[in-house]
C-alpha cells in the first residue's frame, strides 16, 4: 500500500491557463474526496466521489472548476481560465466504503502568476 | 455549518514538555480525526477518534462527544513535533461519505 499519490507536487502558471490535477488514491478505497487549503487555514471540502459518481459538490467548486472520476480509480481536477485567487494547496484524499477515516495525500501546490 | 475552533493558535515548548490542544466542535458529528501537517504540507492522521481514548506513544487523545469537545496530548515533546496540529470533524454526505470541517490549526514548535 503505498498511500495516495498526487501530480503534480507543484505547479505553477499564469492566470487564464487551464490546468489539471490528478490524484490516485489507496488502492480499493471507493470514496476519493478533494480539498483545498489556502495559507494559514485548514483545508476546506470540494467535492466527493463514491466510486465514479461525483456525489457532492461544494459552493466553493465554481464553474471553472471540473472533477472527474470515470472509472473509479483515480481522479482528475481541472481548473479553468485560471485566476490568482485559485492559488492554494490542492489535497486528495480517500476512504474504504463503510469507513470515516480519510486519508490525505501530499497536496498539489498551484501558483497562479 | 458547523464550526471548529481550536485552541491555542500558536504554541512554542521546550523539548521534553507535555501540551494538550483542544478542539471544539458546535454540533454533533461521526467522526473526529487529528492531524499533523509537516512543514511540505502532508497531512499525517494521528487519530480517528469520534468518541472515548486512544494512545499512540507519547500522544493520546480523547473525545467527548457529548460536550463537543476533544484534546489532544503531547507528552516529552520533540523537535519533530513541530509543524500544525489540525482537528477535523466529519458530517454524513450523500451515499454515507463524510465532509471533514477543519479547525484552523495549532501551531507548535518544539525548541532545543
Known amino acids: 500500500d503505498t498511500g495516495v499519490s498526487q501530480n503534480p507536487r507543484h505547479k505553477i502558471t499564469k492566470r487564464g491557463q487551464n490546468v489539471t490535477f490528478r490524484c490516485d488514491p489507496i488502492s480499493e478505497h471507493n470514496r476519493l474526496y478533494w480539498y483545498r487549503q489556502t495559507l494559514g487555514q485548514g483545508p476546506e471540502f470540494l467535492t466527493y466521489f463514491q466510486n465514479e459518481a461525483q456525489l457532492e459538490k461544494s459552493r466553493l467548486l465554481s464553474d471553472r472548476f471540473s472533477a472527474e472520476r470515470p472509472k473509479g480509480s483515480f481522479s482528475t481536477l481541472e481548473i479553468q481560465r485560471t485566476e490568482q485567487g485559485d492559488s492554494a494547496m490542492y489535497l486528495c484524499a480517500s476512504s474504504l466504503t463503510g469507513a470515516h477515516e480519510q486519508y490525505f495525500g501530499p497536496g498539489t501546490r498551484l501558483t497562479v502568476t | 455549518g458547523i464550526q471548529v475552533e481550536q485552541s491555542p493558535p500558536d504554541l512554542i515548548l521546550q523539548e521534553g514538555a507535555n501540551s494538550t490542544l483542544r478542539c471544539n466542535f458546535s454540533d454533533s458529528v461521526n467522526n473526529l480525526q487529528w492531524f499533523h501537517q509537516n512543514p511540505w504540507g502532508q497531512l499525517i492522521n494521528l487519530f480517528y477518534i469520534p468518541s472515548g481514548t486512544k494512545q499512540n506513544g507519547r500522544l493520546s487523545a480523547t473525545t467527548v462527544a457529548t460536550e463537543r469537545y476533544s484534546l489532544l496530548y503531547i507528552s516529552s515533546s520533540q523537535t519533530t513535533d513541530s509543524g500544525v496540529y489540525f482537528c477535523?470533524?466529519?458530517?454524513?454526505?450523500?451515499?454515507?461519505?463524510?465532509?471533514?470541517?477543519f479547525g484552523t490549526g495549532t501551531q507548535l514548535k518544539v525548541e532545543l
Open positions: 477535523a470533524v466529519g458530517m454524513e454526505l450523500t451515499g454515507g461519505g463524510n465532509k471533514l470541517t
